[in-house]
Each structure stands twice: as structure tokens, then as C-alpha cells.
């Protein structure tokens, strides 16, 4: 089966840089997307093919892959971009969701 | 505008069944490959299952196989899980998703599962 690991939590200052990262053997031959849930909230779409950013998203938030690895940035992170963040991928039947990365801005 | 609204989840014992409905709108329902995500209180996000765009392929997580199935009427534009031999730990939120796309989602329905 596939997995992908996400770090738990990070945490950065309002206007800083986050970075979160997703990995898995998976990524190295399919693109990941990202999705975005608040507390109370359906998930947002807001990466997928690995960097694309959906029409709506703000231009703060990027993706990027390298091998294995997956990274979402966000750079000048606002309060309101606090969320539980998460990858996922697919391959042959198998979707797999990582376990997600919950941002603190503060 | 885009929808996809789930219903028919509600409290159910375990062992017992139940059957969930998304009502797609605003897009051709026909064309898209549809999903069931669901989210257990205070967990992650995880993939149930999915059904090709005519119905004839579907595929299930190792955890629900054997217990779902998913199914579609392109006429009614709605997408179904039927839920067997329910367990506690199937107890979650369920979403469905549009296929290729992912967005937008619906506000899922809540199935626990509880004597």
C-alpha cells in the first residue's frame, strides 16, 4: 500500500515563510495536490499537478516537488491561512491522503 | 455555481446498514469520476472509495472492501454509498468529491455508528 508522511504541526509568525512537506514513494512517478480545511470546513483545493494553483487561491500559496517529496509553501503566511493541510496522490486504484500538517500563525 | 450536497447519514448500530446520497449540480455529473473521503471527529482525511464516470469500475479501501459499494445514477446526477456491517470505527464525516478536479466538496453527512 501507499503512504504519504506529513510532519504533524508547524508553526511560523505572521509574514514568514511555512513550508510543509509531504513524502512518499508514490510521488516520485505521480503529482500530489493539496487541500486546505479549517475548523468546521469542507477541504479547499489549493495545489494541484504538484504546483498548479487553482483560480481563487491567493499567490502566496506554491507547491513544489523534488523525487520523493512534495513541499507546499506558503510565503508571508497570514493568520487566516491557519489550517489542517493535506497531501494526497493516487496510483493504479489505490488514493491515499496524507495524515496531515496542522499550521499555527501566530 | 458548482454543488454537491450528501445526505442520509445519521446514528445506526453496528452491524447495521445504510445508504448515502451526494446530489450533484451545476456540471456534467456523467463526465466526472466520483469519490467518498471520509474524516473520523478529530482525524485526518481518508480515501473510501471511487467510481469511474459510467459506473462500470469502482475501486475501495482495503478497510471498507467487501462491507461498500459505491454506485452512481447519471440520470439522477447522484452518486451513492451503500454502507454494510457497519463498525464504530467507520464512524465519520462523509464527503464526496468530483473526480480529476476535487473541488469544490460538499459539507459531508455524519454517520456514527453506536449502540
Known amino acids: 500500500s501507499y503512504e504519504l508522511t506529513q510532519p504533524s504541526s508547524v508553526s511560523v509568525s505572521p509574514g514568514q515563510t511555512a513550508r510543509i512537506t509531504c513524502s512518499g514513494d508514490v510521488l516520485a512517478k505521480k503529482y500530489a495536490r493539496w487541500f486546505q480545511q479549517k475548523p468546521g470546513q469542507a477541504p479547499v483545493l489549493v495545489i494541484y499537478k504538484d504546483s498548479e494553483r487553482p483560480s481563487g487561491i491567493p499567490e502566496r500559496f506554491s507547491g513544489s516537488s523534488s523525487g520523493t517529496t512534495v513541499t507546499l509553501t506558503i510565503s508571508g503566511a497570514q493568520v487566516e491561512d491557519e489550517a489542517d493541510y493535506y497531501c494526497y496522490s493516487a496510483a493504479d486504484n489505490i488514493r491515499v491522503f496524507g495524515g496531515g500538517t496542522k499550521l499555527t500563525v501566530l | 455555481e458548482v454543488q454537491l450536497v450528501e445526505s442520509g447519514g445519521g446514528l445506526v448500530q453496528p452491524g447495521g446498514s445504510l445508504r448515502l446520497s451526494c446530489a450533484a449540480s451545476g456540471f456534467t455529473f456523467s463526465s466526472y469520476w466520483m469519490h467518498w473521503v471520509r474524516q473520523a471527529p478529530g482525524k485526518g482525511l481518508v480515501w473510501v472509495s471511487r467510481i469511474n464516470s459510467d459506473g462500470s469500475s469502482t475501486s475501495y479501501a482495503d478497510s471498507v472492501k467487501g462491507r461498500f459499494t459505491i454506485s452512481r445514477d447519471n440520470a439522477k446526477n447522484t452518486l451513492y454509498l451503500q454502507m454494510n456491517s457497519l463498525r464504530a470505527e467507520d464512524t465519520a464525516v462523509y464527503y464526496c468529491?468530483?473526480?480529476?478536479?476535487?473541488?469544490?466538496w460538499g459539507q459531508g453527512t455524519l454517520v456514527t455508528v453506536s449502540s
Open positions: 468529491a468530483r473526480g480529476d478536479v476535487w473541488e469544490p
